[in-house]
C-alpha cells in the first residue's frame, strides 16, 4: 500500500524557525517533493530530494532518509506569508510522472 | 513563459450531467497530469498524457476520460457526475527528462455537483 503521514496542523511565531515531518511507505519510490499551496491558489513546488541528506534553498531546507521513510521541510526566518497548506509528495516508482501526495500540515504563523 | 492555465475556474452541475475541464500547458512541456483534491485532502492522481496518450492512471472510473492535443494542452472530461465529484480539479505540465520532473500546476477549476 501507499501512505503519507504528515501533521495536519501546525502554529509557529514570526521569525521562528518551523520544521515539518512526513513518513512514507509506498510500494516504490523515485523522488519526494515538496510543495506549498494557500489557500485557494495552485501548489507550488518548493524542493526535491531524491537522495538521503540536506537541501537548502534559501530560507527552505529539505532532508530525506529512504532508509527512515522519513522526510522534512525546515522552514526558517519566518514571514506571515508562509501561512500556508504545505505538501509532502513521493513520486511513484513507474515511468510515469505520478505523485502521491500527503494530505497537507496547515501553518499559521502568528506575529 | 507562460505558467499553466485552466478554465473555467468555477462551475456548478448537477447530478448525472458532464462537465469538461481545459488546460493549456506550460510553454515547453510535454507531459500534462490532472489531479482531484478534495477539501482539506492533497491532490490525487487522476492520470498523465504524453504525446497525446494516456500512459498513467490512477484509482479513478472510466467515466474520468481525458485528452491531449498536439499542442499539449488538455481537457479533462467527467460523466454522470456525482455528488462526491466535488473537488478542486488541478492540471499540472512537466517536462519529460527533466532530472527532477517537478509538477507545475494551473490554478485549478473549482466544481460543485448539487
Known amino acids: 500500500g501507499q501512505n503519507i503521514d504528515q501533521p495536519t496542523e501546525m502554529t509557529a511565531t514570526e521569525g521562528a524557525i518551523v520544521q515539518i515531518n512526513c513518513t512514507y511507505q509506498?510500494?516504490?519510490?523515485?523522488?519526494l517533493f515538496w510543495y506549498q499551496q494557500h489557500a485557494g491558489e495552485a501548489p507550488t513546488f518548493l524542493s526535491y530530494?531524491?537522495?538521503?541528506g540536506l537541501e537548502e534553498k534559501g530560507r527552505f531546507s529539505s532532508f530525506l532518509s529512504r532508509s527512515k521513510g522519513y522526510s522534512y521541510l525546515l522552514l526558517k526566518e519566518l514571514q506571515m506569508k508562509d501561512s500556508a497548506s504545505y505538501l509532502c509528495?513521493?513520486?511513484?516508482?513507474?515511468?510515469?510522472?505520478?505523485?502521491?501526495f500527503g494530505a497537507g500540515t496547515r501553518l499559521a504563523v502568528h506575529p | 513563459e507562460t505558467g499553466v492555465t485552466q478554465s473555467p475556474t468555477h462551475l456548478i452541475k448537477t447530478r448525472g450531467q458532464q462537465v469538461t475541464l481545459r488546460c493549456s500547458s506550460q510553454?515547453?512541456?510535454?507531459?500534462v497530469s490532472w489531479y482531484q483534491q478534495a477539501l482539506g485532502q492533497g491532490p490525487q492522481f487522476i492520470f498523465q498524457?504524453?504525446?497525446?496518450?494516456?500512459?498513467g492512471r490512477g484509482n479513478f472510473p472510466p467515466r474520468f476520460s481525458g485528452l491531449q492535443f498536439p499542442n499539449y494542452s488538455s481537457e479533462l472530461n467527467v460523466n454522470a457526475l456525482e455528488l462526491d465529484d466535488s473537488a478542486l480539479y488541478l492540471c499540472?505540465?512537466?517536462?519529460?527528462?527533466?532530472?527532477?520532473?517537478?509538477?507545475?500546476f494551473g490554478e485549478g477549476s473549482r466544481l460543485t455537483v448539487l
Open positions: 499540472a505540465s512537466s517536462l519529460q527528462g527533466r532530472e527532477t520532473g517537478e509538477l507545475f
Open positions: 509506498t510500494s516504490g519510490f523515485n523522488g
Open positions: 530530494n531524491v537522495l538521503d
Open positions: 509528495a513521493v513520486r511513484d516508482l513507474r515511468g510515469y510522472n505520478k505523485l502521491i
Open positions: 510553454s515547453g512541456h510535454n507531459t
Open positions: 498524457y504524453y504525446r497525446e496518450e494516456e500512459n
